[in-house]
């Protein structure tokens, strides 16, 4: 009879007494603790793991925007293409991931919803980080987080700073492009409105994209 197959038989580290674990790395006992349904419905646990992976990944778009908008203050383009791209895929997963939700029925989620009060995605500081970071910058929204000083605090900085838009502008604008008003701007806060000077500057790149490539990629 052939023995059980031991891993460290082959160099695999079996002992973490006294080492870094991949539980210990991940702090996996706080994350698989943080689930704590409301209700006995069965389906409140796909409903809470969905919305909080969810707010992981938007973790990880705020981290990649915010790189790729120092990238791009820095005349550092390349590297700003590589955080970008990889933003697109974490909203492509964020969207694929609904696929899980959808086999919950409206029915079982009734079972639930009274529950949650009046708590809604719609409240995520997270998704109205990334909205002011990407440049909408609506300042009514900020109004779901004012009873938290921590969350309106952390918006507010990103409202006072140069939006990935506000970046590019700037950008072409370091490289002759004419943005009119656009390039005075001191008040990052502000609604953006029409400026011709902009559209013209982004007609002029699309229409002769080989020879603007940086700006039009």
Known sequence: MSEPYDPASEGAQMSFKERMSYSDYLHLEKV???????SSAHDEMLFIIQHQTSE?????ALHEIGA??????????????KMLSRVARIFEQLNNAWDVLRTMTPSEYTEFRDALGQSSGFQSWQYRAIEFMAGNRNLAMLGPHKHRPDLSGKLEAILAEPSLYDEALLLLARNGF??????????????????????????????????????YE
Do not use: C
Not at 32 to 38: F, G
């Open 56 to 60: 992981l990944w938007m973790k990880l």
């Open 68 to 81: 790729a908008i120092r990238s791009i203050r820095a005349d550092r383009l390349e590297p700003s293409f």
């Open 32 to 38: 698989l603790e943080a689930q704590t349904p409301l």
């Open 178 to 215: 004419d943005i009119g008003t656009d390039a005075r701007r001191t008040d990052w806060r502000e609604t953006r409105t029409e400026n011709e000077e902009v559209l013209v500057a982004w007609q002029t790149i699309y229409r002769d994209p080989q020879r603007y490539w940086m700006f």
